[in-house]
């Protein structure tokens, strides 16, 4: 059977409640019962001291025949609980006298809280103790207590003792514990209440603290089930700075994440089929041009097979430029695209590629433009430039170096129309192309995407805005 989080709460804190309670309980019942018995004690030894020292008072201004009857005369105002008993050292204890007034089921007042007991055989109480309280060191007086059970009632009995100078004599009182247990009892009650009320409060504050405690999580369990569903606008109120608040606040964490974690995959799947669709279309234009020219190389007349076989070649270089490119953007989006870096001269590398493409740019470097990078990718970035700027854009095409500063910055610019305002979101992405505001381009579109890739990976940027003609910053840092 599985039990609910917050029946396990209220349990546990009931079984915590209730279980200090009762410990309390009964230590602080230990302690004050053993606090009432000495209470008693000290007040029966007392009362033993006080007469004692003034029946040794009168022992001693007695005569020797005279000392027994003194004792007597003195315990008769004891009218129960009392025994005089005459010990020698050895010998069994004899009785001399013992209390001759029975007062059944009275209690004799005038000794405060000690009661003594009314008994007509106390040698029945004296004999389980006698070794305890029949002894007194020679030429001492010693008082001495024990408790024992009275074997007719069952009840406890306290024992206390004390013999006289120059005799044989001890006198023995016999007082009633019993008479405690109704305090003790009534403190048991008391006790019992006490630990009963506070168990109760107990539930009740374990009751409001389970549901406290159980409201938010079983909010946190349905905003789950309906995330899980797939509503991903799911949010719980955050309310206090506790556990469960914090457990809250990791909850709408995660599912504003995922959320965005979602729409980034279904913007990668558009992207995907998008890419998909336009490298079919890439690869489409080409082999439909080729497999229009095939039939052309049997042709009688040579200069229409000369025709067909530059068309040929020139889309077979086409296609193999896609087919490096997409290879390219497959390596990068693998994370296998590796950097070969060496020391590089910018202004060198912009001349050559300038070569390369001939496209003629007009460059110019200030400051220490030496970057340690990988030359191929660096170049591709250059060339790429250039070509887009020759192919999209008109002269005057300039090249700017900058290496004053921690970076180096390179600005490759053109005197053209510019970037479409709509485009600028979405140059560098690949198969962007601005066709429809440009004239005809038999570019694959992915020329800028690899460009930023190849930049990214050294640890730059590439940005592209508008000024008086597109204009293209590359900021590399100077240790790849």
Do not use: C
């Not at 309980?25 to 004690?41: C, I, L, P």
């Not at 120059?166 to 405690?180: I, M, S």
């Amino acid at each position: 059977m599985r039990l609910s989080l917050r029946t396990r709460i209220v349990a546990a804190i009931v079984g915590v409640t209730t279980t200090a309670t009762a410990v309390m309980a009964f230590f602080a019942y230990r302690v004050q019962s053993e606090d009432v018995v000495q209470a008693f004690t000290i007040a029966a030894h007392s009362r033993m001291t006080t007469d004692g020292v003034e029946l040794q008072k009168k022992i001693d201004l007695a005569r020797p025949e005279e000392r027994t009857r003194v004792i007597l005369d003195d315990l008769e105002f004891t009218p129960a609980g009392w025994l005089l008993v005459a010990k020698s050292p050895g010998k069994p204890f004899v009785t001399i006298a013992r209390a001759s007034l029975v007062l059944a089921g009275s209690r004799i007042g005038y000794l405060g809280p000690p009661t003594m007991v009314i008994t007509e055989t106390p040698e029945k109480l004296l004999k389980p103790v006698e070794r305890e309280v029949l002894s007194a060191p020679f030429g001492q007086i010693t008082q001495n207590t024990a408790v024992t059970t009275d074997p007719d009632t069952g009840r406890p009995v306290l024992v206390v003792s004390r013999n006289f100078l120059d005799t044989d004599y001890f006198v023995v009182k016999f007082y009633d514990l019993g008479v405690l247990e109704t305090d003790l009892g009534a403190l048991r009650r008391n006790l019992g209440l006490i630990a009963l009320g506070v168990s109760v409060f107990g539930v009740g504050v374990a009751f409001l603290v389970g549901r406290r405690i159980g409201r938010p999580i079983k909010a946190l369990a349905t905003a789950a089930d309906e995330l899980g569903s797939g509503a991903l606008g799911t949010r719980v109120p955050v309310k206090g700075r506790d556990e469960v608040a914090a457990l809250a606040a990791s909850f709408n964490t995660m599912a504003a994440r995922l959320g965005e974690s979602i729409d980034e995959l279904h913007a990668k799947d558009r992207q995907q089929r998008r890419f998909v669709t336009d490298v079919a279309h890439d690869l489409r234009t080409p082999l439909a041009s080729m497999i229009a020219t095939v039939d052309s190389l049997d042709h009688a007349e040579p200069a229409t097979r000369t025709r067909a076989t530059e068309i040929l070649g020139t889309q077979a270089q086409r296609l193999a430029k896609l087919v490096e490119d997409l290879l390219e953007i497959a390596r990068f989006d693998a994370g296998k695209a590796d950097l070969r870096v060496a020391p590089v001269d910018l202004a060198d590398l912009v001349a050559d590629a300038a070569e390369v493409t001939g496209v003629e740019a007009a460059v110019t470097a200030s400051g220490d433009v030496t970057v340690v990078a990988d030359p191929r990718r660096v170049h591709t970035v250059v060339a790429n430039l250039l070509s887009n700027a020759a192919r999209h854009g008109a002269a005057p095409i300039s090249v700017a170096l900058d290496g004053t500063g921690d970076d180096v910055v390179l600005r490759v610019a053109d005197a053209g129309p510019g970037i479409p305002e709509d485009l600028l979101p979405i140059l560098f992405d690949r198969f962007a192309r601005g066709d429809h505001a440009r004239q005809a381009t038999e570019g694959s579109g992915l020329g800028l995407a690899i460009a930023r890739e190849n930049v990214l990976a050294h640890g730059g940027s590439l940005t592209a805005h508008n000024d008086g003609g597109a204009v293209f910053t590359v900021r590399l840092p100077r240790n790849a």
